[in-house]
């Protein structure tokens, strides 16, 4: 089975402070996917990355940003968390081809920044 | 850019009774089309998906959804649910190279 891992399921930061999610995913997949998830709006892209070092943004890249230095992990950045980026936070990964693959989504982190 | 339009955001349901979760898409061109179940405090799985061929597709927990192109639906259907399918189902378009869309959620609370 797929397995994507995100390294906290909850976390509480304050207001200004740098926060690191990551993500690490264990079937070589080429392409990973950040996405956050809040009441009544679904799932809005943050940014993906489709190999490695490189990235591109989402639909909401604004306050984040990403690193991809390894093909299995993915990290998403929050340079300086406001209250307004209370969320939760899930990644996903799938491969680069078949086009049709659905993606493989971890549990989610639920962040709360006060 | 293609979206998805989920028309419900709550849908209650009596146990054993049917439902339809409605989502429709904006496209001209060929998709390919998913449904994702979020069940409380988890992360979100595919439940099934709609690639090509048969327009019916089935999940293996008897959720069903048909792909009808002229009205551009992908409705998800169940004919008898269970308390323990109470949870968030989300529709998703995929075209071509690019990524999922999802729509906005659809919460299916089943009581007894």
Partial sequence: ???????????????????????????????????RQDPGLG????????????????DIPE?????????????????SASTNQTSMYLCASRPGTPLSTEAFFGQGTRLTVV | AQSVTQLDSQVPVFEEAPVELRCNYSSSVSVYLFWYVQYPNQGLQLLLKYLSG???????????????????????????VHISDT???????????????FGKGTMLLVSP
């Fill in chain 1, 43 to 58: 799932l809005r892209l943050i940014y993906f990355s489709y190999d490695v070092k490189m990235k591109e943004k989402g």
């Fill in chain 2, 54 to 80: 048969s327009t019916l597709v089935e999940s293996i927990n008897g959720f069903e959804a048909e792909f009808n192109k002229s009205q551009t639906s992908f409705h998800l259907r169940k004919p008898s």
């Fill in chain 1, 63 to 79: 306050g984040y940003s990403v690193s991809r230095e390894k093909k299995e992990r993915f990290s998403l950045i929050l340079e």
């Fill in chain 2, 87 to 101: 949870a968030e189902y989300f529709c998703a378009v995929k075209k071509g190279y690019s990524t999922l869309t």
């Fill in chain 1, 1 to 35: 089975d797929v397995k994507v891992t995100q390294s906290s399921r909850y976390l509480v930061k304050r207001t200004g402070e740098k926060v690191f999610l990551e993500c690490v995913q264990d079937m070589d997949h080429e392409n990973m996917f950040w996405y």
